[in-house]
């Protein structure tokens, strides 16, 4: 940031650091919970300010072993207080904060931490076998280890000779007690997160102080998340994706209580830690609350104290918040966003307007995967850059600006993921509609290009997902001899149910243009997913792409 040309503002000029907003938590909301499950089940009950005072150690064990400013610190690691201790300990210090997805294929684990060139690798010890499978393709950069346990224990994967081993506890135990954190540039690289990577290999997203910081203000409005002191969040998210889509850093911000679920994630355990610790608020994707609400109905479970859940990464369905609101008064949020956003760039959140809407529209309405947050901006342009107009009806490629969209990926030229204008291309397809709502139409890559005309896959889904038979569904782009492009839909069925292709035609009479409706239908037993859990349609295009040629063949 340069000097402004005319008169100078004259207040002070406290860069925006992300040790500032931990320092903040420990000295205004220094009791507030951070509590965990273990991987033994039991809870662990830390606080704020337990948790700044061990982050501080930790900061200056890590400086001890030699990691330098801007040097690359990994994680693989479930939600819980070792994992956040690293989130504030790394780029507090200057160091940047690498999470890893340990769903990821193990090559492209170790292609990602060779790509970043990690330093330290802090792992929890149920990774120990993956980092064994990986021992030797990890980065001649890798100097230590820090399992997040107490202690080492007797059996260790065969490791690089050169290795040093830590416990989490021993470092922080060793640790001077009297760290301060530094000032830093708030342009600094704060933490380091790689795409899923659905083609080609994963690539770097690099946060700043600045831009984290930014992002958890913009969270934090009312009309998104919206923390409050006397919330009890629980991000299910993982902290391993996308900085748990910012919760670890709006928390602190806020004074909220965290609920960290470790690596229990089905529908009883989340069910029980919701109503033991009182959460009032949780975040994660919808195959989650899918689990949570099976669990709940089959159960008669009650959610005692969740008041609204926050719902993103694919879309979501007119079940889940349908179900949410009718059966348990809890309220489904629908946000968007993207690892390039940090994440969240849309959050809804009604105007007058829809809030005046009869009961079933509102209803629809929420389905949209909402506005967009103030200080970032958004437009749809067609497929030659041109912007398309506010209709809620067209839709085409979704780009976005703002603090805490990125400019270029790790290790590329500046500004090299933008184009001419500043805007960065989402790769997703959108219609915003006039009030300014933004709903997901497709990926630009999963978009049907049928005789010159687009279709939307996922307003497809989204019908046949509603059909009482169909567990699970998917569409593609099937070539075709006459229009380039067809529709093309699987369906998993739901248990014990064997729904018939007219059954499933019927479904979306009347709700799509005729011209839409999928030229076929396949019932198949399952469908593959990649490691954020999204519908890997690469993969079945590998494998039914040609699938209505063989059928005009027949
Ligand atoms: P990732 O960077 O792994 O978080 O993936 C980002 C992509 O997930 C986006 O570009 C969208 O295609 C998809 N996505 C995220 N949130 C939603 C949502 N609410 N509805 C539909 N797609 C979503």
Redesign the pocket.
């Known amino acids: 940031m340069s000097e402004p040309s005319g008169l100078s503002g004259l207040m002070q000029g406290h860069g925006l650091l992300i040790s500032s907003l931990l320092r903040h938590a420990a000295r205004h909301h220094a009791d507030t919970e951070i509590v965990s499950r273990r991987a033994d089940g039991g809870l662990d009950r830390r606080s704020w300010a337990g948790i700044e005072a061990r982050a501080r150690r930790l900061a200056a064990a890590f400086r001890a072993l030699g990691v330098a400013e801007g040097e690359r610190i990994a994680t693989l690691a479930w939600n819980d207080w070792r994992h956040l201790e690293v989130y504030y300990a790394a780029p507090g210090m200057g160091a940047v904060c690498h999470t890893v997805n340990p769903r990821l294929h193990p090559s492209d684990i170790a292609y990602i931490l060779n790509d970043a060139a990690d330093k330290v690798l802090c792992i929890d010890p149920g990774f120990l076998p993956l980092l064994g499978a990986i021992a030797a393709e990890l980065p001649t950069s890798l100097t230590d280890i820090v399992l997040l346990d107490d202690t080492l224990p007797a059996t260790l994967p065969a490791l690089p000779a050169h290795l040093r081993l830590h416990a989490h506890e021993a470092l922080i135990d060793a640790a001077a007690g009297d760290f301060v954190w530094p000032v830093l540039d708030e342009r600094a690289a704060s933490a380091l997160c790689y795409?899923?990577g659905t083609t080609g290999r994963p690539k770097g997203v690099l946060y700043s102080h600045r831009s984290t910081v930014l992002h958890a203000f913009g969270i934090n409005m009312a009309d998104a998340m919206g923390f409050r002191a006397v919330d009890r969040v629980m991000p299910v998210v993982p902290m391993f994706?996308?900085n748990a889509w910012g919760i670890p850093y709006a928390a602190a911000m806020a004074g909220a209580a965290l609920i960290l679920p470790g690596r229990q994630l089905d529908g009883a355990s989340l069910h029980a830690l919701m109503n033991a610790e009182q959460v009032s608020m949780s975040a994660g994707v919808p195959t989650v609350w899918l689990n949570l609400l099976a669990h709940l109905r089959s159960t008669g479970g009650r959610l005692d104290t969740v008041q609204r859940i926050m719902?993103?990464?694919?879309?979501?369905t007119s079940l889940l918040i349908d179900a949410f609101a009718d059966e348990y008064g809890v309220r489904m949020e629908?946000?968007?966003?993207?690892?390039?956003i940090s994440?969240v760039g849309t959050y809804h959140a009604l105007k007058p307007a829809q809030s005046a809407l009869p009961e079933a529209e509102r209803r629809r309405h929420l389905l949209k995967?909402g506005r967009v947050l103030a200080l970032l901006d958004m437009k749809i342009v067609d497929g030659e850059g041109r912007e398309l107009p506010w209709d809620g009806v067209q839709f085409g490629d979704l780009k976005l600006r703002g603090p805490w969209v990125t400019a270029a990926y790790f290790g590329q030229a500046p500004g090299s993921a933008l184009d001419a204008d500043g805007w960065f291309a989402?790769?997703?397809v959108a219609t915003i509609d006039a009030d300014g709502f933004m709903e997901?139409t497709d990926?630009s890559k999963d978009v049907i290009k049928s005789g010159g005309e687009w279709i939307s896959s996922?307003a497809l889904e989204n019908i046949a997902q509603s059909h009482p038979d169909v567990a699970e569904a998917a569409v593609i782009a099937a070539r075709h001899p006459k229009w380039d492009e067809r529709p093309l839909l699987l369906v998993v069925p739901r248990p014990g149910r064997t729904p018939t292709e007219a059954g499933l035609l019927d479904a979306f009479t009347g709700k799509v243009p005729k011209w839409w409706l999928p030229d076929a239908v396949l019932i198949v037993g399952e469908l593959p997913h990649t490691a954020?859990g999204?519908l890997q349609k690469t993969a079945l295009r590998a494998r039914y792409a040609d699938h209505l040629l063989a059928l005009k063949t027949d």
């Open positions: 795409t899923s994706h996308v719902t993103g990464g694919t879309a979501c629908h946000a968007w966003g993207m690892s390039e994440p995967q989402t790769g997703d997901i990926r996922i954020t999204k």
